[in-house]
């Protein structure tokens, strides 16, 4: 198991009309991921809306924010039970086979055009066996092709921009993966989390994305960036695309400041908590809805 002591700190000038926030800061609840020891502090007297989607266990909260300073506290400890399998055994899921809440990630997305990547997918990988090593190769071929680079990209960037330009951060490399995996009809959305174990030198602790991909019964985890250790990446949301899942969608006129995050991994060995570590298994902390196919 794998204890993280999660810590984020935003804050924001709002405009003298006020402004409408959607958050998805909050660590998500599903069978692997425990939540202990949650806080929020808000500066202005506010009262926020919590929703938790039933399917995803994503958590949003909604609020309306005054005039001037706005800043939020958010903490958490999360407990993370990962499912570990040898990448040899995971195969595809043919698309007559794929339980109904997969579904939805094999079609195109905003960010992700898939029906743009067919013939690119087809001959670079139509050939290769259809299982987590397919899937590996398409992540070698992003990261082989992208170069990480700050400031390179911005909310209009999608998947054919990112294979065009060829730099991008974490959530363009990430749209990229999933728009191939899409092309060759395997499921793919994107994750969001903390960039845990990131090298110092690319910046400070920050948000991370990465995808999940389905293979055999369940999502695996993939990190097209190579920055960050995934047996460390605490959930925050999962989505089709970087558009379900923003960590704040702003209504009205704000300014920004940079976001302040702390990930902080503990060690009990007597508990059976170790620190995440890079490893040669597939890595899982979600499977799919129960669901038998007929025929």
């Not at 909050?26 to 007297?45: C, D, F, K, M, N």
Request: aromatic fraction near 10%; charged fraction near 20%.
């Amino acid at each position: 198991m794998i204890r993280i002591d999660l810590k984020v700190d935003l804050g924001y000038d709002v405009g003298e009309h006020g402004a409408d926030f959607i958050f998805n800061i909050h660590a998500a609840h599903t069978r692997s991921q425990v939540i202990s020891g949650e806080s929020l502090q808000l500066s202005q007297p506010i009262t926020p809306q919590m929703h938790t989607d039933p399917v995803s266990g994503n958590r949003y909260m909604r609020l309306r924010a005054l005039p001037g300073e706005l800043r939020l506290a958010y903490a958490a400890t999360v407990d993370l039970t990962h499912h570990a399998a040898d990448p040899a055994t995971l195969g595809e899921v043919p698309v007559r086979q794929l339980p109904p809440d997969v579904l939805g990630y094999i079609y195109p997305s905003r960010y992700c055009q898939s029906d743009r990547f067919v013939k690119l997918a087809i001959r670079e990988f139509g050939a290769l066996w259809q299982g987590h090593g397919r899937v590996q190769a398409i992540q070698d071929w992003v990261k082989s092709r992208v170069v990480f680079t700050s400031n390179t990209s911005n909310s209009n960037t999608s998947a054919v921009d990112t294979l065009l330009e060829q730099v991008g951060i974490c959530r363009d490399f990430s749209h990229l993966m999933i728009a191939l995996c899409r092309a060759v009809n395997i499921p793919a959305r994107f994750a969001t989390g903390t960039d845990y174990g990131a090298d110092p030198a690319l910046g400070p602790p920050d948000f991370h994305a990465y995808v999940e991909v389905f293979l055999g019964d369940r999502w695996y985890i993939f990190d097209p960036s190579g920055t960050a250790i995934p047996m460390g990446f605490v959930r925050f949301g999962t989505g089709r695309d970087a558009a379900d899942v923003a960590f704040a969608t702003i209504f009205g006129a704000v300014t920004s400041e940079a976001p302040f995050i702390r990930t902080t991994a503990l060690e009990d060995a007597t508990r059976g908590i170790e620190l995440p570590h890079h490893t040669g298994h597939a890595l899982s902390t979600d499977r799919a809805a129960a669901w038998v196919p007929v025929g």
